[in-house]
């Protein structure tokens, strides 16, 4: 006998357990996302690995060490996409999106990284994200912030640090990238073999380190706003001018950096303290530059992804986000019950949109099917016996409420169960 296949390490099933929470993210994501004025656009999940190297950058970890890439049989290397705003410029380039009006996109789906699976990250994950194009000011900025702030609100979720800080333009970046540098080698000794092959890559990711030994060193490091100029530092200013007039609270954070190449002045991170290390729940910037980097001509663009895995962990400590059960269950005995059940079933799932109901299949006694009722969590047993047939009836049993008992006209189930639905 052959064994059990097991699904891929770090590729986790989500089971109807669990998938309420999934269900209330996504939907009141996609409801905050409209009110926005954002509209969805779908990505294919595997891309030319030039979308990824070319935009995140080769040097990053993403690109060098963490895609699933090979060659198609025509020689052509292909990636499982690890994130989603490269694509989402392939597309908005491909397909002429950009170029015009502020255009507003938000995408959702797997992503894929080949990195060791911990709580809160495994190696096919799920991402939402926004992104807004065409807009270069700081008052984008602030939109695309306010628009986190307001799925938080919507989700009930508390607690939420959001962290900024600007990383310049490019010029500025590359000057500070070389004082960091330079800084980081003369204190090699005290850096482990990571940390030095991070900084002869990407300096600025040496800042992202986790390690306490090095934070303790970065303490005395420069400072990018150190390096910033008139422009940058005016922009940075108006975005905390507005964020402050809104009431969004935030913390200057001077050593945040995004972990992809593409990014420029504001970046930012909400952080949580109650999921252990993996903090950061949602996450993104501004990259002007992505969309000359990937051929087009420049135009500006700000956005974020969030993990839902984080946030389905925060929503699960949640009190009042029940699974959706049935709100009906079909039991029938007797002579014909089973036709006249999935007949009158077929006519209420047609007739009363958005019921949810249950026929019972695989027969059984009076009991044994109300048992099944019961484990369904449906909130009524629609009972079928000899007598209900017979005289063109149907019975309403209370599993939850304890109500008595209601016989009803077959003509009359279906704008009393309607109303009922309207009722709860």
Not at 318 to 338: C, F, T
Request: charged fraction near 25%; aromatic fraction near 8%.
């Amino acid at each position: 006998m052959n064994s059990p296949i097991r699904s891929i390490r770090g590729m986790n099933d989500i089971l109807p357990e669990d998938i309420h929470f999934w269900q209330k993210l996504e939907s009141t994501a996609e409801q905050v996302f409209a009110a926005h004025g954002f509209e969805q656009i779908r990505l294919p999940m595997l891309e030319k690995t030039a979308v990824f190297s070319r935009g995140i950058g080769s040097a990053t970890d993403v690109v060098s060490k963490e895609m699933y890439s090979f060659d198609d049989r025509n020689g052509e290397s292909l990636s499982l996409r690890p994130e989603g705003t490269a694509g989402v410029v392939r597309a908005a380039l491909q397909n002429g999106l950009l170029y015009g009006p502020v255009k507003r996109l938000w995408y959702g789906g797997p992503m894929f990284r080949y990195e060791r699976p911990q709580k809160g990250r495994s190696r096919q994950f799920h991402q939402l994200g926004a992104e807004l194009f065409g807009a270069s000011g700081p008052d984008a900025d602030l939109e695309i912030l306010a628009l986190g702030t307001r799925l938080w609100e919507a989700l009930g979720l508390t607690g939420l640090r959001l962290e900024i800080n600007s990383l310049g333009n490019a010029d500025e970046r590359a000057a500070y990238r070389e004082k960091l540098y330079a800084f980081l080698l003369a204190h090699q000794e005290q850096l482990d073999e990571q940390t030095r092959e991070r900084a002869e890559r990407n300096p600025l990711r040496v800042l992202d380190s986790k390690d306490p030994q090095v934070q303790a060193l970065l303490l005395e490091a420069p400072l990018l706003a150190e390096h910033l100029g008139d422009d940058s530092r005016e922009h940075f200013e108006q975005l905390k001018h507005y964020l402050d007039r809104l009431g969004i609270a935030y913390v200057v954070n001077p050593r945040l950096v995004r972990g992809l190449d593409y990014y420029c002045h504001t970046v930012f991170e909400w952080m949580t303290t109650e999921l252990g290390a993996q903090g950061t729940v949602c996450a993104g910037g501004r990259y002007d530059s992505l969309v000359e980097l990937q051929g087009g001509k420049p135009w500006p663009g700000i956005g974020f992804a969030m993990g839902e895995e984080r946030l389905v962990e925060l929503l699960r400590q949640k009190d009042g986000i029940e699974p959706v059960h049935p709100h009906a269950y079909m039991v029938a005995v007797g002579e014909n019950s089973d036709e006249t059940a999935l007949e009158l079933a077929y006519d209420l799932r047609a007739g009363i949109p958005g019921l949810r109901l249950l026929s019972n299949l695989n027969g059984g006694s009076f009991k044994a099917q109300f048992k099944r009722a019961d484990r369904s969590g449906a909130l009524l047993a629609l009972v079928l016996g000899e007598d209900e047939i017979r005289n063109g009836q149907i019975a309403i049993k209370f599993l939850r409420s304890g109500d008595e008992q209601l016989t009803l006209e077959r003509s009359e189930i279906k704008d009393w169960i309607r109303r009922y639905i309207d009722s709860i």
